[in-house]
């Protein structure tokens, strides 16, 4: 069964940084396209960042510059590094994982990041 946990949301002032984690279980970790996404309040979910197995990346132009995705396959776990926050990125952040046999992948609970002016 997979599992992905995230963690690290919070509130933080415009300007400060987080750094999100998700923890996959049930999955081989290391083949699988991790992806952040995010979704705010009436709008869509939409992808943030996307990491593949071999740690090619790709980025939002609306968060390229501030933000980082990269994974640590030892430990499973996926990370979103997020600097520069506005209050724009305000969302509950998702953790996506993806492979051949999933292509639309799994999804965590998500966590909530409220940046404040």
């Known amino acids: 069964q997979v599992q992905l946990v995230e963690s690290g949301g919070g509130l933080v002032q415009a300007g400060g940084s987080l750094r999100l984690s998700c923890a996959a279980s049930g999955i081989i970790f290391s083949i699988n396209t991790m992806g952040w996404y995010r979704q705010a309040p009436g709008k869509q979910r939409e992808l943030v960042a996307g990491?593949?197995?071999?740690?090619?990346?790709n980025y939002a132009d609306s968060v390229k510059g501030r933000f980082t995705i990269s994974r640590d396959n030892a430990k499973n776990t996926v990370y979103l590094q997020m600097n520069s926050l506005k209050p724009e990125d305000t969302a509950v952040y998702y953790c996506n994982a993806a492979s051949p046999w999933n292509p639309k992948g799994s999804w965590g609970q998500g966590t909530q990041v409220t940046v404040s002016s």
């Open positions: 990491i593949t197995g071999s740690g090619s990346t």
